[in-house]
């Protein structure tokens, strides 16, 4: 069993950043791949970033490539994601996930095994 909790999230103008911050709990967090998702009112649940176990592979939507950036420490079992350049249209509530295969440096919704209860990130114009 892994419980996560977010925490970072906030209101900031566009341009700005935010850090994230998901506190996993349990002494496997190092063999689960981490993933950040975001959603946005009355809207699906999106894939936004993705780190190996290791922490030495990362993928990224296309609409945040360039501009997020997920890291992991395995030592404080926290996997962050840094968003810079926000823009408006980042605004969702954003949750970390776990994947059991440690590889998965993408994953869909339905293919996590465990979800933190989410953060609100709203961005203002």
């Known amino acids: 069993q892994v419980q996560l909790v977010e925490s970072g999230g906030g209101l900031v103008q566009a341009g700005g950043s935010l850090s994230l911050s998901c506190a996993a709990s349990?002494?496997?967090?190092?063999?689960?791949?981490m993933g950040w998702f975001r959603q946005a009112p009355r809207k699906d649940r999106n894939f936004v970033a993705g780190?190996?176990?290791?922490?030495?592979?990362?993928y990224y939507a296309e609409s945040v490539k360039g501009r997020f950036i997920i890291s992991r420490d395995n030592a404080k079992n926290t996997v962050y994601l840094q968003m810079n350049s926000l823009k408006p249209e980042d605004t969702a509530v954003y949750y970390c996930?776990?994947?059991?295969?440690?590889?998965?440096?993408?994953?869909?919704?339905?293919?996590?095994?465990?979800w933190g209860q989410g953060t609100q990130v709203t961005v203002s114009s």
């Open positions: 996930a776990a994947h059991r295969g440690g590889s998965s440096i993408y994953f869909l919704p339905y293919e996590a095994a465990y």
């Open positions: 349990g002494r496997t967090f190092s063999s689960y791949a």
């Open positions: 780190i190996t176990n290791s922490g030495r592979t990362t």
